[in-house]
């Protein structure tokens, strides 16, 4: 199946730096990438969608100038978070929707697929 | 998207059959049915997707009620490494924007 990776896999970093993560589809496009964030014992909560070449589409409530995503390509999302602070310390998770790929299960290809997160821990 | 309803946890034998429930009384007419796992600390993993036929593949089995108001994910032999927190979500396959409720835990035992 598709396979979508994010780095770092765990972050630690001051209060008031930032932080890119960054989101790749390996071995399929990604017209549609969505960045998620998930605190300890809940549920994903939807952050952004970002479509490549167009400008982030961030869910009510989620600061845009805080969070700054760029999907300058087909196979790479980037989630920066800029000054960051200890409540933002959370489980940051990527997806990416997309069609074609190389294993020949087209369906399979028009589907979501997520990474394995991000753990970004500020001090 | 369609708001899913799921119990908060559930206990399941290993080797026994594991029947996860889920509500989504509200889905439309072009809403698929998705059940997605998340292992701790780990990324949601994809287990199967319907529309209104029952589904099979490796992992599990998707049984959909003809209204298409409720959907039970089955895992045939459950394992220890079946436990993980199971989502159902509902969303029209090409939009990709998932909204994720709080899932059922689903903890196996020995």
């Known amino acids: 199946g598709a396979v979508v990776s994010q780095h770092p896999s765990w972050v630690i970093c001051k209060s008031g730096t930032s932080v890119k993560i960054e989101c790749r589809s390996l071995d399929f496009q990604a017209t549609t990438m969505f960045w998620y964030r998930q605190f300890p014992k809940q549920s994903l909560m939807l952050m952004a969608t970002?479509?490549?070449?167009?400008?982030?589409?961030?869910e009510q409530g989620v600061e845009k100038d805080k969070f700054l995503i760029n999907h300058a390509s087909l196979t790479l999302s980037t989630l920066t978070v800029t000054s960051a602070h200890p409540e933002d310390s959370s489980f940051y998770i990527c997806?990416?929707?997309?069609?074609?790929?190389?294993?020949?299960?087209?369906?399979?290809?028009?589907?979501?697929?997520f990474g394995p997160g991000t753990r970004l821990t500020v001090l | 998207d369609a708001k899913t309803t799921q119990p908060t946890s559930m206990d399941c034998a290993e080797g026994r059959a594991a029947n996860l429930p889920c509500n989504h009384s509200?889905?439309?007419?072009?809403?698929?049915v998705y059940w997605y796992r998340q292992i701790h600390s780990q990324g949601p993993q994809y287990i199967i997707h319907?529309?209104?036929n029952n589904e099979t593949n490796e992992m599990a089995s998707l049984i959909i009620t003809e209204d298409r108001k409720s959907s039970t994910l089955i895992l045939p032999h459950a394992t220890l490494r079946d436990t993980a927190v199971y989502y159902c979500?509902?969303?029209?396959?090409?939009?990709?924007?998932?909204?994720f409720g709080d899932g059922t835990t689903l903890t196996v035992k020995p």
């Open positions: 319907g529309l209104k």
């Open positions: 509200t889905i439309s007419g072009n809403e698929y």
């Open positions: 997806s990416a929707n997309g069609q074609g790929g190389t294993s020949g299960v087209a369906s399979s290809y028009n589907e979501q697929f």
């Open positions: 979500i509902v969303r029209v396959t090409n939009a990709g924007k998932s909204t």
């Open positions: 970002s479509n490549e070449g167009s400008k982030a589409t961030y």
